[in-house]
């Protein structure tokens, strides 16, 4: 075996979703990496749900060894070929084979736990192969072990993820990073992130940018490439991974890595400067936030308040949901390190992407068999048809409201009859929680919608009638404009905020807004990227939320902006039918306005 450091430099592509300079040694995440728990189970209601859990997690592995599938034939000379076959095999393995029925066989006849159930059946198949003389036959045990693995972290997918010991700056690299995965990432061990799979715009990706941590998406030579140990860069602006990098590669990315930090600390003391353009115009910049320990960061950073806190991450990475009372202490935590600032808290949008395992059992029904998930049971919609925990929720916003400003935010909103419902339930719960004698603020907060569904974006009139507020979610905007999966790397380059239908249903809801006299904020990415601020200024909007880190680059912009300049410019843009041109527009307006 080779040392490590007589390795050769390689250099391997994917896309760059947060930038910056990450150098550390690599911790390849493996599947199953987590112990499985055991129990028997006591009821045939018991093992008929663990049989479900394990079709689902059965269909979730064939449909993720179909994904990797496809992608490896991206991958350079024979290695597409042997990847294709190492990944046929793990397939066949899950197709009705021994394996599966006996994972079946050892719930209902050894009446089991799921995860318990996996792990024995592969030990006992694995050992079998180790046994036979040929060594052939032999290694197909590491296959089986593969693939329990894969089914095992699929069967378990959201609980709390162990990444084990962790060397400081170390760089986590994995087939798939799960936005559960990302909340438990501690940016001051972690230094950045690289997976196989995932697209700039999925949630991992807007993890990565809100922790300010280096991370390239969609490399598909990954796993094939780095060991746990090897010194990676990750370079999130170029989207590059550089493994095992020569002395004089390193020194040049620790150049920029310090150019970097000196950068950030130039921005900072834009930090209590007001976001004004150069005619006087104030734009308010808020922060997104995922958990609320980032309050802190958002303040750090100077935000005026919070445009969206995304509270399906305090779902995530636990056994059970949080109750109201847990719920409560996270969010009065955050209104209170927010200090007066308003707190704008999105209602849960759990489903697409994002899964939260303490939720498990209601999203097997509503989420996980849907066939289309981000057109199914998601958001609003769940909230809608799970009285209790969506009361819960709303009792817990009510209450933290009592110790500052707070807005409540609806996800997934297409109708104003969803945003109707939603204030009559929550009239019921204010009068509930005032004879429970809770302490409550003066007024119900204001009620505001996401604009991310072209349907809404074209009814924004009609929306304005019934919300108090907008918020414009460019991610969700894009990809259900364009059909475009978010979070799918293979059809990311076609994912694009630019393109002008994308843009038409922003102007038009930023002007049903105005007319309606709502408050309008911007909190997809597109907030966050210095690129898209003169146009979204030019479009007439005053409010943007955005990744904390991105704050000073977007008030530096600001403050270089004339008003009028922007409105004309804006004009143009809205007038050219190709994104391309668009793209260009921009560049130019940064140059002059
Ligand atoms: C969006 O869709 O633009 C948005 C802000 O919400 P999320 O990214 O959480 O779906
Ligand atoms: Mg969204």
């Given at each position: 075996?080779?040392?490590?450091?007589?390795?050769?430099?390689?250099?391997?592509?994917?896309?760059?979703?947060?930038?910056?300079?990450?150098?550390?040694p690599?911790?390849?995440?493996?599947?199953?990496?987590?112990?499985?728990?055991?129990?028997?189970?006591e009821?045939?209601?018991?093992?008929?749900?663990?049989?479900?859990?394990?079709?689902?997690?059965?269909?979730?592995?064939?449909?993720?060894?179909?994904?990797?599938?496809?992608?490896?034939?991206?991958?350079?000379?024979?290695?597409?070929?042997?990847?294709?076959?190492?990944?046929?095999?793990?397939?066949?393995?899950?197709?009705?084979?021994?394996?599966?029925?006996?994972?079946?066989?050892?719930?209902?006849?050894?009446?089991?736990?799921?995860?318990?159930?996996?792990?024995?059946?592969?030990?006992?198949?694995?050992?079998g192969?180790?046994q036979?003389?040929?060594?052939?036959?032999?290694?197909?045990?590491?296959?089986?072990?593969?693939?329990g693995?894969?089914?095992?972290?699929?069967?378990?997918?959201?609980?709390?993820?162990?990444?084990?010991?962790?060397?400081?700056?170390?760089?986590?690299?994995?087939?798939?990073?799960?936005?559960?995965?990302?909340?438990?990432?501690?940016?001051?061990?972690?230094?950045?992130?690289?997976a196989?799979?995932g697209?700039?715009?999925?949630?991992?990706?807007?993890?990565?940018?809100?922790?300010?941590?280096?991370?390239?998406?969609?490399?598909?030579?990954?796993?094939t490439?780095?060991?746990?140990?090897?010194?990676?860069?990750?370079?999130g602006?170029?989207?590059?991974?550089?493994?095992?990098?020569?002395?004089?590669?390193?020194?040049?990315?620790?150049?920029r890595?310090?150019?970097?930090?000196?950068?950030?600390?130039?921005?900072?003391?834009?930090?209590?400067?007001?976001?004004?353009?150069?005619?006087g115009?104030?734009?308010?910049?808020?922060?997104?936030?995922?958990?609320?320990?980032?309050?802190?960061?958002?303040?750090?950073?100077g935000?005026?308040?919070v445009g969206?806190?995304?509270?399906?991450?305090?779902?995530?990475?636990?056994?059970?949901?949080?109750?109201?009372d847990?719920?409560?202490?996270m969010?009065?935590?955050?209104?209170?390190?927010?200090d007066?600032?308003?707190?704008?808290?999105?209602?849960?949008?759990?489903?697409?992407?994002?899964?939260?395992?303490s939720?498990?059992?209601?999203?097997?029904?509503?989420?996980?068999?849907?066939?289309?998930?981000?057109?199914?049971?998601?958001?609003?919609?769940?909230?809608?048809?799970?009285?209790?925990?969506?009361?819960?929720?709303?009792?817990a916003?009510?209450?933290?409201?009592?110790?500052?400003?707070v807005?409540?935010?609806?996800?997934?909103?297409?109708?104003?009859?969803?945003?109707?419902?939603?204030?009559?339930?929550?009239?019921?719960?204010?009068?509930?929680?005032?004879?429970?004698?809770?302490?409550?603020?003066?007024?119900?907060?204001?009620?505001?919608?996401?604009?991310?569904?072209?349907?809404?974006?074209?009814?924004?009139?009609?929306?304005?009638?019934?919300?108090?507020?907008?918020?414009?979610g460019?991610n969700?905007?894009?990809m259900?404009?364009?059909?475009?999966?978010?979070?799918?790397?293979?059809?990311?380059?076609?994912?694009?905020?630019?393109?002008?239908?994308?843009?038409?249903?922003?102007?038009?809801?930023?002007?049903?807004?105005?007319?309606?006299?709502?408050?309008?904020?911007?909190?997809?990415?597109?907030?966050?990227?210095?690129?898209?601020?003169?146009?979204?200024i030019?479009?007439?909007?005053?409010?943007?939320?955005?990744?904390?880190?991105?704050?000073?680059?977007?008030?530096?912009?600001?403050?270089?902006?004339?008003?009028?300049?922007?409105?004309?410019?804006?004009?143009?843009?809205?007038?050219?039918?190709?994104?391309?041109?668009?793209?260009?527009?921009?560049?130019?307006?940064?140059?002059?306005?």
């Open positions: 075996m080779q040392d490590r450091q007589d390795r050769p430099e390689t250099t391997l592509q994917g896309a760059g979703v947060a930038a910056g300079v990450a150098i550390g690599a911790r390849v995440i493996e599947s199953g990496l987590l112990a499985a728990p055991e129990y028997p189970l009821s045939q209601t018991a093992v008929d749900a663990d049989l479900d859990r394990l079709e689902r997690a059965l269909n979730q592995s064939r449909r993720q060894l179909r994904t990797l599938r496809s992608k490896s034939k991206s991958l350079p000379g024979t290695a597409a070929e042997e990847m294709g076959y190492l990944l046929d095999a793990h397939a066949a393995m899950l197709d009705e084979s021994r394996l599966v029925r006996g994972f079946r066989d050892r719930i209902t006849k050894g009446r089991i736990n799921a995860e318990a159930a996996v792990q024995a059946e592969v030990a006992h198949v694995a050992r192969f180790e036979l003389d040929d060594p052939y036959i032999a290694a197909r045990a590491t296959d089986v072990r593969e693939v693995g894969r089914v095992l972290r699929n069967l378990m997918e959201g609980q709390a993820p162990s990444f084990g010991e962790l060397a400081p700056d170390t760089i986590l690299v994995a087939e798939e990073i799960t936005p559960a995965e990302t909340a438990q990432m501690d940016p001051e061990i972690v230094a950045g992130f690289a196989v799979l697209g700039a715009e999925g949630h991992a990706a807007i993890m990565a940018r809100s922790l300010g941590l280096p991370a390239v998406l969609g490399a598909a030579d990954l796993l490439s780095v060991s746990t140990g090897d010194i990676l860069i990750v370079d602006h170029a989207g590059r991974i550089i493994v095992n990098p020569r002395p004089e590669t390193l020194r040049r990315y620790s150049d890595q310090a150019a970097q930090r000196r950068e950030e600390r130039k921005l900072a003391r834009l930090r209590d400067v007001p976001a004004v353009t150069g005619d115009s104030h734009v308010t910049l808020m922060a997104n936030l995922e958990l609320a320990r980032d309050a802190e960061l958002a303040m750090a950073a935000a005026e308040g969206l806190l995304r509270t399906e991450f305090m779902f995530m990475n636990r056994d059970r949901p949080p109750n109201e847990e719920q409560y202490d969010l009065r935590k955050v209104v209170e390190t927010m007066g600032r308003p707190v704008t808290i999105r209602t849960l949008d759990i489903g697409g992407e994002k899964l939260a395992y939720l498990g059992s209601m999203l097997g029904d509503h989420v996980g068999d849907a066939v289309n998930p981000a057109l199914g049971v998601r958001a609003i919609r769940l909230s809608l048809r799970e009285p209790k925990l969506f009361e819960a929720q709303l009792c916003i009510l209450r933290a409201a009592a110790h500052g400003p807005r409540i935010l609806l996800p997934m909103i297409t109708t104003p009859g969803e945003v109707k419902q939603v204030r009559e339930i929550l009239l019921r719960l204010w009068r509930r929680l005032k004879r429970r004698g809770a302490k409550l603020p003066d007024a119900i907060p204001p009620l505001g919608v996401m604009i991310e569904i072209p349907g809404a974006a074209l009814a924004a009139d009609a929306l304005a009638q019934s919300a108090d507020f907008f918020a414009i460019s969700d905007l894009t259900y404009t364009l059909a475009i999966d978010r979070a799918d790397e293979q059809v990311a380059h076609l994912y694009n905020p630019l393109h002008p239908a994308v843009l038409r249903l922003i102007e038009f809801s930023v002007h049903a807004a105005l007319r309606a006299r709502l408050p309008v904020c911007v909190c997809g990415e597109i907030a966050g990227d210095p690129k898209f601020t003169a146009l979204l030019g479009l007439g909007v005053r409010e943007l939320s955005m990744a904390a880190p991105a704050l000073p680059r977007v008030k530096q912009r600001i403050r270089k902006l004339d008003t009028a300049n922007a409105v004309r410019r804006a004009r143009m843009v809205m007038e050219v039918a190709d994104s391309g041109r668009i793209a260009a527009l921009l560049d130019d307006l940064d140059g002059l306005a």
